[in-house]
């Protein structure tokens, strides 16, 4: 590791130029970080002023479904010093296909977040949800909600057809529910597009220049590909941006050079105001960096909200039925992704507490969840149920819904009910598996931290040795990718250093 000096640079943006061009927005100025070796290293969107690095602690913010969550990293002793968590709240809606998020709560709780961060930050990294979109003016003010990856408007009725089928037929491109792209061209379809609204981005982006002071005109190819702007090996799909962004869109994101700075912190955010601040990644791609230093010949297996599987690729060749994304100028991913997991799991706890309730009685979340493990352990062997928990549908069929089946006199009861609903998450993921080579599988996520009987089934299905490291999420994989950017630790460096984090213990953390 080393204590970078950090030198503003601001060379011209030739790629924001030509979209510019191709999309009627307009170029705009970059900046730079180096190092002591004055090697550039890092073109940026914002400028920051010249600091010394001299501290150590570097933040991750993941930007999830559910909750958000801010991961305090001591990389000088290998420890996570602290972690806070707020949830994430859907917001009612009569259109069953809409799916909307706070986006202006959500700036809010970060900023919130930060604040509670005692020490001096030298990074912060940024992750989370991706696919989804916002609009805002051009002073970055939210004009829209977040329109999240589970919005399914790009395939509501319109016209005898769905704005996915129209965008289909004209650029040769399907883009999946929920993809930002084609929830844009669903809202020019219907009319939606909110008066005002000068650009268009991810709730990651739009986090991230709320932290450094203005809007981002970059971001990672890990989001731009989940927009559906490029291809995983990083063509851009230029037929498909004329149809989507008209020539006056919102304007849109360039692609930002790997392991970059957006801009600084700004002051009174917390004691860490100045930290230089890293273009947001993909929430899956965090994840998988960090806590595979050593990806070849391994899976990681993360069930939260929703459920994937991730296996390392050094070429752009995918399975049928998987995606292939880019990883961070490594490789690439080759992902089996379900659409439900944990948020099926949660369904279910909803009824059980909705039934609870009716009854008179009074309880708690976490008391439900406490009473489905409990009737879980309780049944002897393998449920005789068989759930299939796709009740938001697939990548391949948004209109598929999921079943019980198996039901009998005998066996219609909580713990086989739950257990079964366990089994169904794991079976959609273990479809996935290709196993040729592989000794182990990483598991991660709220649901297999939270309750052990994911890793039980995954163990059992996968028929693999099973790995849990000590710390996972996306947010700790932002954290070390902030610090890289930053210049705190070396691309080199890095597997070790997460290494070191899992055998480490982390005194003094805590996760109010």
């Not at 943006?13 to 890092?42: H, P």
């Not at 819904?401 to 739950?418: A, E, F, K, P, Q």
């Not at 273990?430 to 649901?447: D, H, M, R, W, Y």
Request: glycine letters at 12%; a neutral charge.
């Amino acid at each position: 590791m080393h204590r970078p000096y950090l030198i503003v640079l601001r060379p011209f943006n030739f790629f924001q130029s030509i979209i510019g061009e191709l999309i009627g927005c307009g170029a705009s100025s970059a900046s730079a970080y180096t190092s002591g070796s004055d090697k550039v290293l890092n073109p940026t969107a914002n400028s920051c002023k010249v600091e010394i690095v001299m501290c150590t602690y570097t933040a991750g913010i993941d930007l999830g479904t559910t909750n958000l969550e801010l991961i305090l990293l001591d990389i000088k002793n290998f420890r996570v010093a602290e972690r806070f968590s707020v949830p994430v709240h859907r917001i009612p809606r009569d259109n069953p296909y809409a799916y909307e998020q706070d986006a202006v709560g959500i700036v809010a709780s970060v900023k919130e977040l930060l604040r509670r961060v005692k020490e001096p930050l030298s990074s912060v990294g940024i992750t989370g949800q991706v696919h989804g979109m916002v609009y805002t003016d051009e002073a970055l003010r939210p004009l829209s909600p977040l329109y999240n990856w589970l919005d399914r408007r790009g395939v509501e009725p319109w016209n005898n057809r769905t704005p996915q089928e129209v965008l289909e037929a004209k650029t040769g491109v399907r883009l999946a529910a929920g993809v930002g792209l084609l929830t844009h061209y669903a809202n020019r379809l219907f009319d939606r597009v909110p008066a005002g609204a000068r650009r268009l981005m991810g709730i990651t982006e739009l986090v991230a220049g709320s932290l450094t002071g203005g809007p981002l005109s970059m971001t990672d190819d890990s989001i731009l590909a989940s927009f559906g702007a490029c291809t995983p090996e990083g063509f851009c799909r230029t037929e498909l941006l004329r149809e989507v962004l008209s020539p006056d869109c919102p304007a849109f994101l360039d692609r930002a050079p790997h392991f970059s700075v957006a801009g600084c912190l700004s002051a009174g955010l917390c004691s860490g105001g100045g930290a230089p601040v890293a273009y947001p990644v993909g929430d899956n791609q965090a994840g998988f960096f960090g806590v595979m230093p050593y990806p070849e010949d391994a899976c990681l297996v993360s069930i939260g909200t929703s459920g994937q599987i991730s296996f390392f690729s050094p070429k752009p060749v995918c399975p049928s039925g998987m995606e292939l994304r880019p990883y961070l100028g490594k490789g690439y991913l080759q992902v089996g992704a379900t659409l439900a997991a944990g948020k099926s799991y949660e369904a279910l706890a909803g009824l059980i507490k909705e039934i609870i309730l009716a009854s008179g009685g009074c309880i708690e979340e976490e008391g439900v969840f406490t009473l489905m493990k409990q009737a879980a352990r309780a049944v002897d062997g393998n449920p005789s149920l068989v759930f299939e928990t796709t009740l938001n549908g697939t990548r391949q069929d948004t209109a598929k819904r999921g079943s019980i089946t198996g039901i009998c006199l005998d066996n219609l009861h909580l713990g086989n009910l739950v257990l079964a609903a366990i089994d169904g998450i794991v079976w959609e993921l273990a479809g996935f598996v290709k196993s040729q080579g592989l000794s182990s599988v990483t598991v991660t996520g709220n649901a297999p931290r939270k309750n052990d009987m994911f890793v039980e089934a995954i163990r059992r299905q996968f028929n693999l040795a099973v790995r849990t490291p000590r710390f996972d999420g996306a947010g700790f994989g932002a954290a070390i990718i902030g610090a890289l950017a930053a210049g705190l630790v070396k691309d080199g460096e890095t597997a070790g250093l997460i290494e070191r984090f899992q055998q480490e213990e982390s005194p003094g953390a805590h996760t109010p």
